[in-house]
């Protein structure tokens, strides 16, 4: 019952027993629950006016165990003080509630700050925010919702890559560990007008005697090898399915950051009913559609992995290097990887499996993967090495 109620029903006792004691004994208590009700409602309905409310992130683009800070001001432009204002907040980010009550002055603004910590990957939604208030008394509430909302997006946690998985194509001259590619390469494309700062060894002394100025020369980029990662989720091969996706959703976005940074066209396949594909490329716009796309993957189906290796063998060669990242127990993989290697295409395979080692590791379509020569390394769904001869991957990100 609220305390509205209550002062009604009061007022109402009270009216009652002035008809039968009489208005000299009870007029006075009477016309004062009446006049607070009066004013605690006109106060309620003017709590919100010129009441205002902004909130801001530092960040909408985030890594999983990472924080960002969000800002928060409430304003009041009345000459009134606001005894009293909550927000709540109604944002979908797991186990985060920016909700809060504070009191405004008049002609002044409450600010703070929270930090949200983003424990979970995925697309959230920030707001929309419901303020409430009423008067001093506690009698009687309003409110306004407020629609605005923005996205947040949480990408994988990021993991240090295992060992034993380096991969590259036998691209004649490619190079493996490359910083960018601005490392030149013997082809002279062409020269140009010298500039401070570039080297001695570049400059073009017979072009520069010609013209007589000095000119440089410029090279093509060395070819760089591409790279593909084919991530296959299972719901059904382990009982810790969950920890499993996303651990292998983790090496998926570490293995291709690592390698984008090293300039080299990416390319991404996950292995659905409906498969999410990204075509080989390279740049900042490439980092974001990897990103983007393993932010939000989820399993579907059951699908058979060999008809998606199928549909893209023909982008695969000698110069192309495939890392194939799966939940499952390996069936279906044999032929299209066995396939692949007799065709000299450079992969390894990790799995990620939520046994225990030395447990049944559902490790007999991966020994047939093995036979053939194809590096499978087997991973814990918390990063941990099946076998010895395997080291495990570590967080970096907290």
Do not use: C
């Not at 002609?107 to 009423?134: F, H, K, M």
């Not at 409110?143 to 993991?159: A, G, M, N, Q």
């Not at 062409?190 to 017979?206: E, H, L, M």
């Not at 990242?325 to 992969?347: E, N, Q, W």
């Amino acid at each position: 019952m609220s305390n509205a109620v209550k002062v009604v029903i009061i007022i109402a006792i009270l009216l009652v027993a002035a008809t039968i004691a009489g208005w000299d004994e009870i007029e006075w208590p009477f016309f004062s629950g009446v006049a607070l009700l009066i004013i605690a409602w006109v106060w309620s309905r003017s709590s919100l006016v010129a009441v205002g409310f902004e909130r801001s992130l530092d960040a909408d683009r985030v890594f999983a165990g990472d924080s960002v800070r969000e800002r928060f001001r409430v304003s009041n432009r009345s000459w009134l003080p606001r005894t009293w204002v909550q927000v709540n907040d109604g944002s979908t980010v797991p186990g985060y509630n920016a909700s809060r009550s504070v009191r405004v002055k008049s002609r002044s603004a409450a600010t703070w700050t929270n930090d949200l910590r983003a424990e979970r990957r995925g697309r959230y939604r920030i707001g929309p925010v419901t303020l409430l208030s009423g008067d001093p008394f506690g009698l009687f509430d309003t409110s306004r919702h407020i629609d605005h909302t923005h996205e947040l997006t949480v990408y994988p946690r990021l993991v240090e890559l295992p060992k034993r998985t380096s991969i590259g194509g036998d691209l004649s001259g490619a190079a493996r560990h490359l910083p960018g590619r601005s490392v030149s390469s013997p082809i002279i494309r062409s020269v140009r007008q010298y500039a401070p700062g570039d080297p001695w060894n570049r400059i073009a002394w017979s072009a520069s005697a010609r013209h007589g100025t000095l000119l440089v020369k410029e090279f093509d980029p060395d070819p760089i090898s591409d790279e593909w990662i084919f991530l296959e989720l299972d719901t059904t091969a382990h009982d810790n399915s969950n920890a499993s996706t996303e651990y292998a959703i983790s090496l998926a976005a570490s293995f291709a950051l690592e390698w984008l940074d090293t300039s080299r066209d990416v390319g991404l396949l996950v292995n659905r009913h409906i498969p999410a594909i990204v075509e080989a490329d390279a740049g900042d716009r490439q980092r974001l559609r990897i990103l983007e796309t393993l932010a939000v993957v989820e399993p579907f189906g059951d699908p058979d992995p060999s008809a998606l290796i199928a549909r893209f063998a023909s982008k695969l060669s000698r110069a192309t290097g495939l890392v194939v990242i799966s939940t499952g127990d390996g069936a279906g993989f044999a032929p299209p990887l066995i396939d692949l290697r007799h065709h000299g295409v450079p992969l390894v395979v990790i799995a990620v499996v939520s046994k225990e080692a030395g447990g049944d590791t559902d490790a007999d379509y991966w020994s047939q993967v093995e036979a053939e020569g194809i590096s499978v390394t087997r991973l814990t769904a918390q990063g941990e090495p099946i076998a010895s001869l395997f080291e495990a991957a570590t967080p970096i990100h907290s």
